[in-house]
């Protein structure tokens, strides 16, 4: 799905790019919600979702129908701690969504930019962002503290939910972080094969490896009792299905976000996951019927649209200097 590098792609193909993105998505979230109702296993799903991935990666490279990578034991070394970033991001997201609502955990992983701002800052080398752009970390906190403010209740928070995103929004942080130079590197060396689509296939398959200790340890001794319990009460295929069809648009959506990524760059990439973002909180609350009260809609919004505009002002250049006579 990535395309080659340099080549300036038709506006129609950015149009489905975008399309295929915002529907891989929004099923995405909304078959990974069902089996998680369904089943109480929530590691075990997020690391069925990216064994599914694998399985169409290597499907794709065993058949020729995509290139597969041509990397060293190096490479792989070099993309271990992205992996294992992507693997706890995702786990966050999937135990956020799995112990909360989709919308609540949606308007927390908004707030990824502060986490960001401050990885990026204490992590070297330091990355300073303009002032503007921190002073847009004001709305998205304050935006997602208005939504935990529930009307005639006082604060209503979903604690196990909010840590869960959290942890998710840090290792992202962390990935983005440490994942901007190594995977420059791969794909700046057309030797290795590593396009935008391979690169994500690659460290999704570092990030399932990942995934299965934590399965191990916290789900193993009564995955096979939660699993038989789910397939009585739903029926076997509808669990099984479920499950698949979440990690097939996961790895899907975030295949295509990568290519597209790749070629608008960072700014427009940004400004269309905020909107992807309002998309999926609308489309999960009417759904699953998830309360959305005014305080969680304005929150919402002023949360979203600080993101926005964080996303702009973190990326924009500084004006060029005026040359004295």
């Known amino acids: 799905m990535a395309a080659t590098a340099g080549k300036k792609e038709s506006p129609l193909k950015l149009v489905l790019l975008v399309a295929a993105w915002y529907a891989g998505n929004t099923l995405y979230n909304i078959y990974n919600k069902k089996a998680s109702k369904m089943i109480h296993a929530h590691w075990f799903i997020a690391a069925a979702q990216l064994a599914v991935g694998m399985i169409w990666s290597l499907a794709m490279w065993g058949t020729g129908m995509r290139k597969a990578p041509n990397v060293t034991a190096a490479d792989i070394a070099a993309c271990i701690p992205i992996g294992l970033c992507m693997c706890i991001a995702h786990g966050g997201s999937v135990l956020a969504m799995g112990v909360g609502a989709v919308s609540f955990a949606q308007?927390?992983?908004?707030?990824?930019?502060?986490?960001?701002?401050?990885?990026?800052?204490?992590?070297?080398?330091?990355?300073?962002k303009p002032i503007l752009a921190y002073a847009m970390l004001i709305?998205?906190?304050?935006?997602?503290?208005?939504?935990c403010v529930k009307e005639g209740k006082g604060i209503d928070l979903n604690v196990e939910a909010f840590m869960y995103a959290s942890i998710?929004?840090?290792?992202?942080a962390f990935k983005g972080k440490l994942g901007g130079s190594v995977v420059k590197g791969l794909k700046g060396d057309?030797?290795?094969?590593?396009?935008?689509?391979?690169?994500?296939?690659?460290?999704?398959?570092?990030?399932?490896?990942?995934?299965?200790p934590m399965v191990v340890y916290s789900e193993l001794p009564t995955l096979k009792e939660d699993f038989n319990a789910a397939a009585?009460?739903?029926?076997?295929?509808?669990v099984l299905l479920n499950i698949a069809l979440s990690?097939?648009?996961f790895y899907v959506y975030n295949e295509v976000a990568f290519a597209f990524t790749a070629q608008v760059g960072a700014v427009t990439s940004s400004?269309?996951?905020?909107?992807?973002?309002?998309?999926?909180?609308?489309?999960?609350?009417?759904?699953?019927?998830?309360?959305?009260d005014r305080n969680t809609v304005i929150g919402s919004a002023i949360a979203i649209s600080g993101t926005f505009a964080y996303s702009l002002a973190s990326h924009s250049k500084p004006a060029a200097k005026k040359k004295t006579a």
């Open 232 to 238: 009585e009460e739903h029926g076997f295929s509808a």
């Open 107 to 128: 308007i927390v992983k908004a707030c990824e930019p502060v986490f960001a701002a401050v990885v990026g800052l204490l992590v070297p080398p330091a990355d300073v």
């Open 168 to 172: 998710a929004n840090l290792a992202a």
């Open 247 to 249: 990690g097939f648009f």
């Open 190 to 212: 057309p030797s290795k094969n590593m396009d935008s689509a391979n690169v994500y296939a690659v460290n999704n398959i570092i990030s399932f490896i990942f995934t299965i």
């Open 139 to 147: 709305p998205i906190v304050g935006g997602v503290g208005l939504a």
């Open 271 to 292: 400004v269309l996951n905020t909107a992807k973002r309002v998309i999926i909180i609308v489309v999960s609350a009417i759904l699953f019927n998830e309360a959305m």
